[in-house]
């Protein structure tokens, strides 16, 4: 009787995210280049495995678009359908043509943000992230801090175990970080690792000696659960079937292709030591007798164009092939498709043969897998990967592949006893239905899924939420307006009205957003806000517009801080500064990672212009703003509380004018101008009378957070609503 499964009531909503290679639903171009490869198969089918399960109503994949001339206008799709329930969506990030992973790093914070407009756009929320990989783990982390959504990590590689690789293998660390950045990545993993609610792994080893090596590894918060393998594709033979092409391929090599096969199928690098297998079959007569030997290790025409680690693979093969003299017994076919790979499985379990992986080292062997799910039992190294296989499926024998008399002894074992050959046929079939079919995988995700959703989410809103509205994420999504306002001499200064503001602004917390845009340090901004009993903002751009950072966890806009990093020279600049006279450094407090401030006097300093030329002989580059004639704050170019404002309006996909912005002196000139609804306090300084007769600058009567009122009434703020095709996309 067919089972039809209920649709749970409350289906998630997962957000995955895998940033690099060439992803796309059909026909994966694996092995294309070093980016696309097993992590490209694992999440396209795990994409589609989540969304068949009963409690999930939709996956989204996440990548990077790609529009390059040299590769498949596929990647350039926005939107490619994966079937029920699942979608591959493409958002650009960086340069249109394709990145190597390595070089996409000072792009991932504008995937953060076309992620945000993403969500906006669809006016719904995931219930978690899922990401794969350190670089869309920091584009997960990031967007899981901002909008309280849990994490899930698969790393499928990590850095430190690669460096260690690397360094083992005698390269200088320099020559190694120049080519992978892998500083960049280990930081990001540690973070990600500190953060994420689950890490995925595909091994007990994987946790135990990989993530062993970071700080953050936390065992408690790491599951098991191996990948599946597509079960449709790898079957065991039917007995009717006769010849194939591969079989032709494979038979032309022998002289008795009837024999049972030792078939190894791997890629032509010397960690898979196809070496020790020539050496275990070639120096053993018995298993030379009993079996042929069938080596699938990639495609070639001509060996001489393959790169050099490959070419010294294949050429010490075919060496030794004749060293042994092998002639009539090894076949090393040239050619095969994508289609073939369970085709010869099949072969070789037809002809009662074993699969051997000779892996000096194994983290995974998907291989073996496949080789289980065909009813083609194994030999393979006593590691890692091997292990959990060997432990779930009990179907073949694990040696020390360092040392190929134990291959030869293991391959000699297994091909003797034909009752334990089916014993052992049987269960890698049953096994890899048990454990490694994607359903599987997805039944145990989904198991961990509801102990760690009913506890983080809880937990994540609990640190992020907005005191008084109990399902407010760091970042208020779904806001349709913002109000921004300085701090000193605007906001507060005169008790008046602020009640009044604030209330107005509990009364509007489903459509407008909070922001304060101060000269103040975070912590004084806070302080102060908090003495007059002003609730925490959504946002609080402070140190004159060079920090951002969101709600009531405080947490800092790491995109904002690498956009204004640029050509920002803090220690040259400080250096610089000391020689100009009637500069005086403020404290301690005042002084941050993007901005250097000076207490003034006024008759000794030389001009405004004087000093920008003083600093470019320096070939420095810095914005200098001077307020109240009292004080002088040296910022990066790309900073300022206007431009921090602008940034905000690109990262959420709203106009400008959805902005109202309220100041009082100098310092609060660049936000008020443009596109933005500005309101200048009764109070003002004199500096702000330049304004007046600006569009939308309004000057209010009332003083301090009246004023702000005013302004408000004055634009109609309370029914502005905004027109989605308005929204700003560009950032200057
Ligand atoms: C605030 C800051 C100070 C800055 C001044 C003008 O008072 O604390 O460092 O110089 O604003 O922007
Ligand atoms: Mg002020």
Redesign the pocket.
């Known amino acids: 009787m067919p089972t039809t499964q209920a649709q749970s009531a409350n289906p998630l909503y997962i957000l995955m995210i895998s940033m690099h290679g060439l992803i796309r639903g059909n026909n994966l171009e694996l092995g294309r280049d070093a980016d696309t490869g097993g992590q490209t198969i694992y999440v396209v089918e795990l994409a589609r495995a989540l969304a068949r399960h009963q409690n999930v109503g939709r996956v989204d994949l996440l990548t990077r678009l790609v529009e390059d001339p040299a590769i498949s206008p596929d990647y350039a799709r926005p939107e490619e359908p994966l079937g029920d329930g699942a979608r591959l969506l493409r958002l650009p990030c960086g340069p249109k043509r394709y990145l190597r992973k390595e070089t996409l790093w000072p792009h991932l914070d504008q995937m953060v943000d076309q992620c945000l407009h993403l969500l906006r756009k669809q006016n719904r929320l995931p219930d978690l992230i899922h990401t794969h990989y350190a670089d869309a783990g920091y584009v997960g982390r990031q967007l899981s801090l901002l909008l309280g959504i849990p994490l899930i990590h698969t790393g499928h590689s990590l850095g430190r175990p690669k460096r260690e690789r690397l360094l083992a293998s005698g390269r200088k660390d320099v020559a190694i970080e120049r080519q992978f950045n892998l500083a960049r990545r280990i930081e990001v993993e540690e973070q990600v690792l500190k953060h994420a609610s689950l890490i995925v792994t595909s091994t007990r080893q994987e946790i135990d000696e990989q993530y062993g090596m970071y700080q953050n590894n936390d065992p408690r918060r790491c599951a098991v659960i191996p990948p599946g393998i597509d079960t449709s594709r790898f079957s065991p033979p039917e007995r009717k079937k006769t010849g194939s092409t591969i079989q032709r391929e494979v038979d032309r090599f022998l002289s008795q292709p009837e024999k049972p096969m030792i078939l190894t199928i791997c890629r032509p690098e010397s960690r898979k030591n196809l070496k020790g297998l020539i050496t275990a079959y070639g120096g053993d007569v018995r298993v030379q007798e009993m079996a042929n030997l069938v080596v699938v290790a990639g495609n070639r025409d001509d060996i001489r164009d393959l790169d050099e680690a490959q070419q010294s693979v294949l050429n010490e093969l075919l060496l030794d092939i004749d060293r042994y003299d092998l002639w009539g017994k090894v076949a090393f076919p040239k050619h095969h498709c994508q289609e073939d790979i369970p085709e010869l499985y099949r072969l070789a379990a037809r002809r009662r043969g074993i699969f051997v992986n000779p892996a000096l080292t194994e983290p995974f062997g998907l291989t073996l897998i496949e080789a289980a799910a065909s009813g083609l039992p194994f030999v393979a190294p006593d590691d890692g990967g091997p292990k959990d296989i060997v432990g779930n499926c009990h179907n073949g024998l694990l040696v020390n592949t360092l040392d190929p008399a134990a291959i030869a002894e293991g391959l000699n074992k297994a091909l003797l006893d034909m009752q334990q050959w089916r014993k052992w046929s049987k269960q890698g079939i049953a096994g890899v239905k048990r454990h490694y079919s994607w359903d599987a995988h997805v039944d145990k995700y989904m198991n961990v899924l509801r102990h760690l959703l009913r506890r983080d989410r809880k937990r994540l809103r609990r640190e992020f939420v907005f005191a008084h509205r109990h399902d407010m994420p760091a970042l208020p999504l779904h806001a349709q307006r913002v109000l921004i306002s300085d701090i000193d001499n605007t906001l507060i200064g005169q008790k008046d009205g602020l009640g009044d503001v604030v209330g107005w602004l509990r009364d509007h917390a489903d459509t407008v957003a909070f922001g304060i845009a101060?000269?103040?340090?975070l912590d004084?901004a806070v302080k102060i806000l908090k003495n007059w009993r002003v609730p925490l903002p959504n946002i609080l751009v402070t140190s004159?517009g060079t920090e951002i950072n969101y709600g009531p966890g405080l947490l800092p806009d790491t995109g904002w801080a690498n956009h204004i990093r640029y050509k920002w020279r803090r220690e040259a600049l400080l250096d610089a500064l000391t020689s100009i006279p009637g500069l005086e450094m403020?404290t301690a407090e005042?002084q941050r990672e993007f901005?250097l401030?000076y207490n003034v006097d006024h008759n000794l300093m030389p001009s405004l212009a004087q000093i920008h030329r003083h600093l470019r002989e320096r070939n420095l580059h810095a914005r200098l703003?001077y307020?109240h004639e009292a004080?002088l704050?040296i910022l990066p170019i790309r900073a300022s509380k206007g431009h921090a404002i602008r940034y905000l309006a690109y990262k959420w996909g709203l106009p400008l004018k959805s902005f109202l912005v309220a100041g009082d002196s100098g310092?609060d000139e660049e936000m008020l101008r443009g596109d933005t609804l500005g309101v200048v306090v009764g109070n003002h300084s004199p500096e702000l009378e330049t304004l007046r007769g600006f569009d939308q600058i309004y000057f209010a009567n009332e003083t301090y957070a009246r004023g702000i009122l005013e302004g408000i009434r004055h634009y109609g703020f309370d029914e502005f609503d905004t027109q989605p095709e308005e929204r700003s996309e560009t950032i200057s």
């Open positions: 101060t000269g103040r340090p004084s004159v403020q005042n901005k401030s703003v307020s004080f704050d310092n």
